[in-house]
């Protein structure tokens, strides 16, 4: 059984995986009408992705005998100057869901809540992906200065697979 403060933070959390979502479906939009196809496609994975991280907790809280609370879930931008500002707007979200998951661990062990540790860390793991998928489109990004170069990048984020972080 969870504590009162532990179901309150896993429901913020929900919310966190929600908006990011939410988020990555309004930059899969941006993409879209700028003319990248490739990262449209790439976002739109991210976006079924959290979505997937989302229903975890869901199911993880109402396993547990825990109340859900579904707050309401902010408007994401919708407006880029460039690729690279997007995939650096992504790459700052992820750093910050990283640490409210570091929280959540550090919250489990002062508790002694050794169960949510456990399912927690399937999260941290993901993070580790994650963080580093977008660091590289973004150093990528940083090192093209022409627009092949963006055509090229945004060819091979369209070979991305649902299911994976991998672009070659
Ligand atoms: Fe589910 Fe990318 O955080």
Sequence with gaps: MLSDNMTIQLNKQ??????????????????????????????IIQHEEERVHAFKIYNYLLGQGSKIELHDVKNPPIEYTSLLECFQNS???????????????????????HATYGFLQWFVQEQVEEESSVLDIVSKLKLISDGNGIFLLDSQLLQRQAGTQEVK
């Excluded at 919310?15 to 941006?30: T, V």
């Design 14 to 43: 929900l919310n966190r995986e929600f908006y990011s979502s939410y988020l990555y479906l309004a930059m899969s939009a941006w993409c879209t009408h700028a003319g990248y196809k490739g990262a449209a496609s790439w976002f």
């Design 91 to 113: 790459l700052a979200h992820e750093q910050k869901m990283s640490h409210s998951l570091n929280e959540l661990c550090d919250l489990s062990n002062q508790e002694k809540d």
